[in-house]
Protein backbone atom coordinates (compact mmCIF):
# COMPACT_ATOMS: atom_id res chain seq x y z
CA UNK A 1 0.00 0.00 0.00
CA UNK A 2 1.35 3.39 -1.20
CA UNK A 3 1.61 5.54 1.98
CA UNK A 4 1.46 9.65 1.37
CA UNK A 5 2.73 13.03 3.06
CA UNK A 6 1.03 16.39 2.15
CA UNK A 7 2.71 19.03 0.86
CA UNK A 8 1.71 22.29 0.56
CA UNK A 9 1.96 25.00 -2.18
CA UNK A 10 -0.22 28.48 -3.37
CA UNK A 11 -3.16 26.54 -4.66
CA UNK A 12 -3.50 24.34 -1.45
CA UNK A 13 -2.31 20.94 0.14
CA UNK A 14 -1.85 17.55 -2.02
CA UNK A 15 -0.52 13.79 -1.45
CA UNK A 16 1.97 13.06 -2.46
CA UNK A 17 4.00 9.69 -2.09
CA UNK A 18 6.07 9.54 1.00
CA UNK A 19 9.50 8.03 -0.58
CA UNK A 20 9.26 10.42 -3.54
CA UNK A 21 11.45 13.58 -3.39
CA UNK A 22 9.36 15.73 -5.57
CA UNK A 23 7.00 18.02 -4.13
CA UNK A 24 3.15 19.56 -4.23
CA UNK A 25 4.05 21.64 -7.93
CA UNK A 26 5.28 18.56 -9.50
CA UNK A 27 2.70 15.95 -8.28
CA UNK A 28 -0.16 18.40 -9.43
CA UNK A 29 1.75 18.75 -13.54
CA UNK A 30 1.96 14.57 -13.02
CA UNK A 31 -1.38 14.18 -12.18
CA UNK A 32 -2.74 16.54 -15.05
CA UNK A 33 -0.67 15.21 -17.75
CA UNK A 34 -0.59 11.48 -18.30
CA UNK A 35 0.74 11.62 -21.81
CA UNK A 36 4.19 9.82 -22.55
CA UNK A 37 7.01 10.34 -23.10
CA UNK A 38 9.02 11.60 -19.86
CA UNK A 39 11.24 14.37 -20.37
CA UNK A 40 14.84 12.82 -21.03
CA UNK A 41 16.94 11.90 -18.58
CA UNK A 42 20.17 13.88 -20.89
CA UNK A 43 17.69 16.65 -19.53
CA UNK A 44 17.53 16.28 -16.39
CA UNK A 45 21.30 15.79 -16.17
CA UNK A 46 22.08 18.81 -17.77
CA UNK A 47 19.55 20.83 -15.69
CA UNK A 48 21.84 19.24 -12.10
CA UNK A 49 24.86 20.66 -13.93
CA UNK A 50 23.19 24.31 -14.57
CA UNK A 51 22.09 23.85 -10.79
CA UNK A 52 25.25 23.13 -9.56
CA UNK A 53 26.87 26.34 -11.35
CA UNK A 54 24.63 28.56 -10.27
CA UNK A 55 24.82 27.94 -6.55
CA UNK A 56 28.28 27.80 -6.85
CA UNK A 57 28.38 31.13 -8.37
CA UNK A 58 25.68 32.29 -5.74
CA UNK A 59 27.98 30.82 -3.06
CA UNK A 60 30.81 32.77 -4.62
CA UNK A 61 28.29 35.95 -4.85
CA UNK A 62 28.07 35.75 -1.26
CA UNK A 63 23.67 35.15 -1.79
CA UNK A 64 24.27 31.40 -0.70
CA UNK A 65 25.26 29.68 2.18
CA UNK A 66 28.39 27.07 1.98
CA UNK A 67 25.84 24.97 3.68
CA UNK A 68 23.38 25.41 1.10
CA UNK A 69 26.00 25.20 -1.69
CA UNK A 70 27.14 22.30 -0.83
CA UNK A 71 24.12 20.56 -0.01
CA UNK A 72 22.76 21.57 -3.68
CA UNK A 73 25.87 20.17 -5.47
CA UNK A 74 25.84 16.90 -3.59
CA UNK A 75 22.46 16.61 -4.98
CA UNK A 76 23.44 17.60 -8.27
CA UNK A 77 26.29 15.13 -8.67
CA UNK A 78 23.51 12.09 -7.04
CA UNK A 79 21.30 13.10 -10.05
CA UNK A 80 23.85 13.49 -12.86
CA UNK A 81 25.40 9.75 -11.33
CA UNK A 82 21.99 8.62 -12.22
CA UNK A 83 20.78 7.59 -8.64
CA UNK A 84 17.65 10.16 -8.53
CA UNK A 85 16.31 8.96 -12.30
CA UNK A 86 12.97 7.72 -10.85
CA UNK A 87 12.60 11.62 -9.00
CA UNK A 88 11.80 12.87 -12.29
CA UNK A 89 8.12 11.56 -13.42
CA UNK A 90 6.97 14.71 -15.64
CA UNK A 91 6.31 14.17 -19.78
CA UNK A 92 7.22 16.82 -22.59
CA UNK A 93 3.97 17.34 -23.86
CA UNK A 94 4.01 20.45 -20.55
CA UNK A 95 6.14 23.67 -20.35
CA UNK A 96 9.99 23.98 -19.32
CA UNK A 97 8.51 25.42 -16.09
CA UNK A 98 7.59 22.60 -15.08
CA UNK A 99 10.62 20.38 -15.21
CA UNK A 100 12.48 23.20 -13.23
CA UNK A 101 10.25 23.12 -10.51
CA UNK A 102 10.51 19.23 -10.63
CA UNK A 103 14.59 19.26 -10.11
CA UNK A 104 13.85 22.31 -7.77
CA UNK A 105 11.99 20.48 -5.22
CA UNK A 106 13.77 17.35 -6.07
CA UNK A 107 17.26 19.26 -4.75
CA UNK A 108 15.05 20.88 -1.66
CA UNK A 109 13.84 17.64 -0.70
CA UNK A 110 16.79 15.19 -1.17
CA UNK A 111 19.05 17.81 0.90
CA UNK A 112 16.55 17.36 3.61
CA UNK A 113 17.86 13.57 4.25
CA UNK A 114 21.13 14.57 3.08
CA UNK A 115 20.92 16.72 5.92
CA UNK A 116 19.50 14.21 8.19
CA UNK A 117 16.38 15.33 8.89
CA UNK A 118 12.78 14.36 7.33
CA UNK A 119 10.37 15.48 4.52
CA UNK A 120 7.40 15.86 6.85
CA UNK A 121 9.46 18.57 8.89
CA UNK A 122 7.65 21.68 8.97
CA UNK A 123 10.62 23.53 7.82
CA UNK A 124 13.24 22.22 4.84
CA UNK A 125 16.89 23.02 5.34
CA UNK A 126 16.48 24.36 0.99
CA UNK A 127 13.76 26.39 -0.33
CA UNK A 128 12.96 25.23 -3.67
CA UNK A 129 12.90 28.82 -5.14
CA UNK A 130 14.70 30.79 -3.30
CA UNK A 131 17.41 29.03 -2.41
CA UNK A 132 17.61 26.38 -5.24
CA UNK A 133 16.05 28.65 -8.02
CA UNK A 134 17.73 31.48 -6.95
CA UNK A 135 18.45 34.56 -9.70
CA UNK A 136 17.04 31.89 -12.48
CA UNK A 137 15.30 32.08 -15.27
CA UNK A 138 13.08 28.61 -16.20
CA UNK A 139 13.60 30.01 -20.23
CA UNK A 140 17.07 30.46 -19.57
CA UNK A 141 18.30 27.57 -17.84
CA UNK A 142 16.32 25.09 -20.09
CA UNK A 143 17.90 26.65 -23.33
CA UNK A 144 21.43 26.31 -21.29
CA UNK A 145 20.21 22.56 -20.60
CA UNK A 146 18.88 21.88 -24.00
CA UNK A 147 22.21 22.91 -25.67
CA UNK A 148 24.58 20.99 -23.23
CA UNK A 149 22.50 17.62 -23.28
CA UNK A 150 22.45 17.91 -27.23
CA UNK A 151 25.72 18.93 -27.09
CA UNK A 152 27.10 15.79 -25.44
CA UNK A 153 25.04 13.45 -27.24
CA UNK A 154 26.42 14.75 -30.79
CA UNK A 155 29.78 14.48 -29.65
CA UNK A 156 29.23 11.11 -27.37
CA UNK A 157 27.00 9.27 -29.83
CA UNK A 158 26.34 10.34 -33.20
CA UNK A 159 29.52 11.80 -34.58
CA UNK A 160 31.56 9.11 -33.18
CA UNK A 161 29.03 6.02 -34.73
CA UNK A 162 28.74 8.10 -38.23
CA UNK A 163 32.57 7.91 -38.00
CA UNK A 164 32.62 4.73 -37.90
CA UNK A 165 30.31 3.95 -40.60
CA UNK A 166 32.36 6.21 -43.17
CA UNK A 167 35.76 4.33 -42.19
CA UNK A 168 33.97 1.10 -42.58
CA UNK A 169 33.01 2.32 -46.16
CA UNK A 170 35.86 3.68 -47.04
CA UNK A 171 38.04 0.27 -46.23
CA UNK A 172 35.18 -1.28 -48.46
CA UNK A 173 36.20 1.44 -51.15
CA UNK A 174 40.00 0.38 -50.99
CA UNK A 175 39.20 -3.10 -50.98
CA UNK A 176 36.86 -2.86 -54.26
CA UNK A 177 39.78 -1.06 -55.87
CA UNK A 178 42.59 -3.68 -54.42
CA UNK A 179 40.45 -6.16 -56.15
CA UNK A 180 40.05 -4.34 -59.59
CA UNK A 181 36.09 -3.76 -58.84
CA UNK A 182 36.68 -0.11 -60.05
CA UNK A 183 32.45 0.32 -60.51
CA UNK A 184 31.59 -0.60 -56.97
CA UNK A 185 35.37 1.07 -55.58
CA UNK A 186 33.65 4.18 -56.98
CA UNK A 187 30.12 3.73 -55.47
CA UNK A 188 31.55 3.26 -51.87
CA UNK A 189 33.74 6.86 -52.55
CA UNK A 190 30.82 8.13 -53.49
CA UNK A 191 28.86 7.62 -50.22
CA UNK A 192 32.46 8.28 -48.26
CA UNK A 193 31.82 11.65 -49.77
CA UNK A 194 28.21 12.15 -48.48
CA UNK A 195 29.05 11.66 -45.12
CA UNK A 196 31.76 13.79 -45.14
CA UNK A 197 29.78 16.17 -46.07
CA UNK A 198 27.45 15.44 -43.59
CA UNK A 199 29.65 15.37 -40.97
CA UNK A 200 30.95 18.48 -41.75
CA UNK A 201 28.18 20.37 -41.66
CA UNK A 202 27.05 18.77 -38.26
CA UNK A 203 30.62 19.65 -37.22
CA UNK A 204 29.98 23.11 -38.26
CA UNK A 205 26.87 23.46 -35.80
CA UNK A 206 28.64 22.90 -32.80
CA UNK A 207 30.18 25.96 -32.56
CA UNK A 208 26.79 27.29 -32.38
CA UNK A 209 25.62 24.67 -29.85
CA UNK A 210 27.91 25.38 -27.44
CA UNK A 211 26.73 29.49 -26.91
CA UNK A 212 24.25 28.89 -23.60
CA UNK A 213 22.18 31.77 -22.56
CA UNK A 214 23.50 32.30 -19.31
CA UNK A 215 26.11 34.00 -17.05
CA UNK A 216 29.90 33.91 -17.71
CA UNK A 217 30.48 32.64 -14.20
CA UNK A 218 28.17 29.97 -14.43
CA UNK A 219 29.46 29.14 -17.68
CA UNK A 220 32.80 28.85 -16.23
CA UNK A 221 31.48 26.56 -13.38
CA UNK A 222 29.62 24.18 -16.06
CA UNK A 223 32.87 23.75 -18.69
CA UNK A 224 34.64 22.55 -15.02
CA UNK A 225 32.01 20.41 -14.77
CA UNK A 226 31.50 18.91 -17.88
CA UNK A 227 34.76 18.92 -19.67
CA UNK A 228 32.89 20.93 -22.49
CA UNK A 229 33.89 23.98 -24.53
CA UNK A 230 30.61 25.92 -24.12
CA UNK A 231 30.80 29.89 -24.15
CA UNK A 232 28.05 32.69 -22.99
CA UNK A 233 26.04 34.13 -25.48
CA UNK A 234 22.71 36.49 -25.75
CA UNK A 235 21.06 33.87 -28.03
CA UNK A 236 20.99 30.66 -29.00
CA UNK A 237 17.35 30.06 -30.25
CA UNK A 238 18.08 28.49 -33.62
CA UNK A 239 20.92 26.21 -32.33
CA UNK A 240 19.45 23.34 -31.86
CA UNK A 241 17.57 23.80 -35.31
CA UNK A 242 20.54 24.23 -37.60
CA UNK A 243 21.85 20.92 -35.63
CA UNK A 244 18.95 18.89 -36.27
CA UNK A 245 19.02 20.00 -40.18
CA UNK A 246 22.56 18.63 -40.84
CA UNK A 247 21.08 15.33 -39.07
CA UNK A 248 18.31 15.54 -41.65
CA UNK A 249 21.30 15.56 -44.19
CA UNK A 250 22.89 12.55 -43.07
CA UNK A 251 19.85 10.67 -42.20
CA UNK A 252 18.75 11.41 -46.23
CA UNK A 253 22.76 10.03 -47.44
CA UNK A 254 21.94 7.28 -44.96
CA UNK A 255 18.66 6.24 -47.04
CA UNK A 256 20.61 6.72 -50.29
CA UNK A 257 22.96 4.58 -48.92
CA UNK A 258 21.23 2.17 -47.71
CA UNK A 259 19.10 1.50 -50.39
CA UNK A 260 22.23 1.44 -52.77
CA UNK A 261 23.80 -1.49 -50.62
CA UNK A 262 21.06 -3.69 -48.87
CA UNK A 263 19.52 -5.42 -50.74
CA UNK A 264 17.65 -8.03 -47.62
CA UNK A 265 14.26 -6.11 -47.01
CA UNK A 266 14.15 -6.09 -43.03
CA UNK A 267 17.35 -4.70 -42.84
CA UNK A 268 16.42 -1.70 -45.30
CA UNK A 269 13.40 -1.24 -43.90
CA UNK A 270 15.07 -0.70 -40.01
CA UNK A 271 17.61 1.79 -41.75
CA UNK A 272 15.27 3.43 -43.86
CA UNK A 273 12.61 3.86 -41.40
CA UNK A 274 15.27 5.08 -38.63
CA UNK A 275 15.84 7.68 -41.07
CA UNK A 276 12.23 8.66 -41.54
CA UNK A 277 11.90 9.71 -38.20
CA UNK A 278 14.99 11.76 -38.09
CA UNK A 279 13.35 14.14 -41.46
CA UNK A 280 10.07 13.27 -39.67
CA UNK A 281 11.90 15.11 -36.45
CA UNK A 282 12.95 17.86 -38.28
CA UNK A 283 9.61 18.80 -39.18
CA UNK A 284 8.63 18.56 -35.30
CA UNK A 285 11.31 20.85 -34.50
CA UNK A 286 10.96 23.41 -37.06
CA UNK A 287 7.16 24.22 -36.47
CA UNK A 288 8.03 24.15 -32.71
CA UNK A 289 9.06 27.99 -33.23
CA UNK A 290 11.86 27.57 -30.62
CA UNK A 291 8.52 27.91 -28.04
CA UNK A 292 8.39 24.34 -27.25
CA UNK A 293 11.13 23.60 -25.38
CA UNK A 294 10.73 19.86 -24.01
CA UNK A 295 9.48 18.56 -27.43
CA UNK A 296 12.12 20.30 -29.37
CA UNK A 297 14.65 18.48 -27.35
CA UNK A 298 13.20 15.58 -26.95
CA UNK A 299 13.18 14.71 -30.80
CA UNK A 300 16.40 16.02 -31.13
CA UNK A 301 17.71 13.53 -28.44
CA UNK A 302 15.62 10.89 -30.21
CA UNK A 303 17.70 11.73 -33.58
CA UNK A 304 21.31 11.81 -32.23
CA UNK A 305 20.54 8.78 -30.52
CA UNK A 306 18.89 6.71 -33.22
CA UNK A 307 21.51 8.09 -36.08
CA UNK A 308 24.29 6.67 -34.03
CA UNK A 309 23.06 3.51 -33.13
CA UNK A 310 21.87 3.02 -36.80
CA UNK A 311 25.42 3.72 -38.47
CA UNK A 312 26.78 1.13 -35.82
CA UNK A 313 24.49 -1.67 -36.58
CA UNK A 314 24.83 -0.57 -40.05
CA UNK A 315 28.15 -0.91 -39.70
CA UNK A 316 29.12 -4.18 -37.79
CA UNK A 317 26.03 -6.20 -39.20
CA UNK A 318 24.86 -5.16 -42.86
CA UNK A 319 28.13 -4.59 -44.38
CA UNK A 320 29.78 -7.45 -43.07
CA UNK A 321 27.04 -9.55 -44.28
CA UNK A 322 26.12 -8.51 -46.96
CA UNK A 323 29.42 -7.22 -48.83
Known amino acids: MIKYRIEKDSLGEVLVPSEKYWGAQTERSRNNFKIGPYIPLEIIKALAYVKKAVANTNYKLNVLSKKKKNLISKVCDEI???KLDDQFPLVIWQTETNSNMNINEVIANR????????????????NPNNDVNKSQSSNDIYSTAM????????IEVSIPCLEKLRNILKQKSVSFRNK???????EFSGYVSQLDHGLKALENTLEHL??????????????????????????NDASLVCSHAALKQLAISLIKIANDIIKHKELNQSITMICTQIISNDVTISWSLHVFKPVIVYNFLQSAKLIGEACISFANDSLNHYI
Open 210 to 235: SELVIGKKVVEYIIKYTGLPLKTSEN
Open 180 to 186: KHVTLAQ
Open 80 to 82: IEG
Open 147 to 154: NIASYKKL
Open 111 to 126: AQILDGKKLVDSKLIL
